[in-house]
């Protein structure tokens, strides 16, 4: 433990060093997988310093976003490591730097940032959520009669699992209000208000009123809207009502409009968004097979784009439609191409730094964590990454063909699905996955790749 504690101090320093130091530092946050970096002056950034740093598997600059590719579970650690450091040394807070950007005003690349800011902190509980609820699918298909040994033990594993779920709109409100810089309670209730069963009973404007009719958009909308009207009103108003007042008229002005505009225009999103995927991904017809291969062949550009970040909403909406999200298995066949693509490159490759990142970076592919081969190995190499996408598409052709969907909205990919994936769907998953590696793997075969000399 303790040199597990003391490397991650180490690379933090070494991070500190090559990004200019942490008064350099205009945000500091993570994902799974990343630290992301928005600094003041990105000239003090060492790129190429960094990716020689051990622990660093990657460096990606983001429109204005730096990344820094640590790994699962390191990341989050590091970001403690770091942000400790930061608020150490007096450097402006994430909530007050927040505030700093929302002056710039929009982006397309700051919105996408933000989402991924607000729903990457529910990865956890929604990864720990559904795997308890995959676990309940495994145990009732291998062993049937224990569920019905002991029902209400499952019937109670299955309310735990349930639990993120039924909750995750007030998650998204908290998270929401807090990237806005606006009060986290108050996004929370905007979240809750549209959810309350009491809604069922008014009717307004002589029409009848609908407790979560528009699912994640609609508190999105919400919540942002309650945010910036908070935000703005706060500022015109005199400190010594401030207090009283704001939460009051927020909360009361937000909620009229939330019922009125923002319920209702979600709802019209989640009804255009059902008929889309009905149409493009559940559909019998050769369609459906179509749009499976473009989405798992180009999902790794989305990915290097940043673009992918704008799709999380939309997980979470389908998860809510339709009980399986069956949008995220077809993409997450795109890493698995590229394992299977990078698998050739490890049996012919003579380079021995090569060899050693591919050792450490398969297994990890495999089970879903993608970046290390694709900033490490594909996307330098250039043939393998394109041999990746076409196992990609493969993929997420067969993902489409079988309907595979996931118990969840987003979060891990590759093998780590399996306890995931929808009931008695485990073997056509893997069947995709097979066929994603299998393509990959003959792809890079039949092009090649230029081994490096060093």
Known sequence: MANKIEHLEVLATEIEKYMGGFDNVETLTHCMTRIR????????????????????????????????????????????????????????????????LLKKGFSIRRMLNTLAAIFVPTIPALIGCGLIMGLINIVRLVAPGVVE????FFKLLKLIGSAVFTYLSIMIGVNTAKELGASTSIGAVMAG????????????????????????????????????????????????????????????????????????AGHYLNQILAQGVSVALLSSGGGAVATGGILGGSFLFLLLTGLHQGLIPIHAEILQTFGLNYLFPILAMGGMGQVGS??????????????????????????????????????????????????????????????????????????????????????????????????????SMIIGFNDPEK
């Open 37 to 100: 970096l928005i600094l003041k002056d990105n000239s003090k950034f060492n790129t190429e310093a960094l990716k020689q740093v051990e622990g660093v598997k990657g460096v990606v600059f983001n429109g204005e976003q730096q990344q820094i590719i640590v790994g699962m579970g390191t990341a989050a650690k590091l970001f403690s490591v770091m942000n400790k450091r930061m608020q150490g040394l007096s450097v402006s807070s994430e909530s007050d730097t927040q505030l700093k």
């Open 149 to 152: 040994q002991f029902p209400e």
């Open 193 to 264: 208000l549209l959810a309350m069963p009491g809604l069922a009973d008014i009717t307004l404007f002589g029409e009848k009123l609908q407790p979560n009719s528009g699912g994640i958009f609609a508190v999105l909308m919400v919540v942002v809207f309650s945010s910036k009207f908070e935000v703005w009103f706060r500022s015109i108003i005199r400190e010594s009502l401030d207090l009283i007042v704001t939460p009051f008229v927020t909360i009361l002005v937000s909620a009229m409009v939330a019922l009125i505009v923002f319920q209702p």
């Open 342 to 443: 990078c698998f050739w490159v490890f049996l012919k490759t003579k380079n021995q730094r090569l060899k050693k990142t591919l050792i450490g970076a398969l297994p990890v592919g495999i089970f879903g964590v993608g970046e290390p081969l694709l900033f490490g190995v594909s996307l330098p190499l250039g043939k393998p990454f394109i041999a990746g996408c076409i196992g990609g598409a493969a993929g997420g052709a067969l993902m489409a063909f079988f309907h595979v969907g996931i118990i969840i909205p987003f979060g891990t990919a590759g093998l780590s699905l399996i306890p995931l994936v929808g009931d008695g769907q485990i073997l056509d998953f893997l069947i995709a996955v097979a066929g994603a590696w299998i393509v990959g793997f003959i792809t």
